[in-house]
């Protein structure tokens, strides 16, 4: 019965997040009344971390200028200056909120006390992001919303690292793949761009200018 048997391919992801797609998912799931998600997207893309890392961000994490991250799957601790943009998130974060990422604010109880926002696990992250994509897709059908996923952000950051001419050990010393690892699965992760096609020319012309 093994005589025919073969493994079927499976084409790698090479989804990314466009800077378009990236604002429109955010102001939809303000829209549904979850702020929280949208910080879920810039987080995500901002510390080139996993799902299951990005819901345990908490403000220990953040001193001195520098992200120290112990990633849940691989045990690696990564050592990143958050990105401009990521800095003035986390500085407009309220200073008693430990966690980064909290879910929305609950009703009163009965008796009127004030629930404590609880923190995300990474299911819920997820059917939330999902919820928001499918909604998207509701009013979009053309806007490619169900060919993206949540793990696409981590794709989404290398490609914006190698365009900004970051090296391997450089990207790699964000997102905590090892090098070794990182040249292995650079075709997966790093989908060739015409942007990225250009600023090789543009050093190439560079390198040929100076050669005489």
């Known amino acids: 019965p093994w005589r025919h048997h073969r493994r079927f391919k499976v084409r790698a992801r090479d989804q990314i997040w466009l800077a378009p797609q990236r604002d429109a998912f955010k102001a939809a799931a303000v829209e549904l009344g979850w ?36 990633q849940q799957k691989t045990g690696r601790i990564v050592h990143a200056p958050p990105p401009a943009p990521l800095r003035a998130i986390l ?60 793990r696409d952000t981590r794709r989404t950051s290398i490609v914006a690292l190698a365009e900004a001419g970051c090296t391997v050990p450089e990207i790699t010393s964000i997102s905590g793949h090892d090098t070794d690892e990182c040249e292995r699965i650079i075709e ?11 600023a090789a020319v543009r050093k190439w012309n560079k390198k040929l200018k100076s050669e005489g």
């Open 188 to 198: 997966t992760y790093l989908p060739r761009t015409a942007a990225m096609a250009k």
């Open 91 to 150: 500085d407009g974060l309220p200073a008693d909120q430990v966690l980064f990422l909290l879910d929305e604010p609950r009703p009163p109880a009965p008796d009127g006390t004030v629930r404590p926002r609880q923190p995300y696990s990474a299911d819920l992250l997820t059917r939330r992001f999902r919820a928001v994509l499918e909604h998207l897709g509701a009013k979009d059908p053309e806007g490619g919303w169900s060919d993206l996923q949540l």
């Open 35 to 70: 702020p929280s998600v949208a910080l879920a997207l810039d987080l995500a893309i901002y510390t080139v971390q996993r799902r299951a890392d990005v819901v345990r961000m908490a403000r220990t994490h953040y001193q001195g200028g520098l992200l120290r991250i112990r």
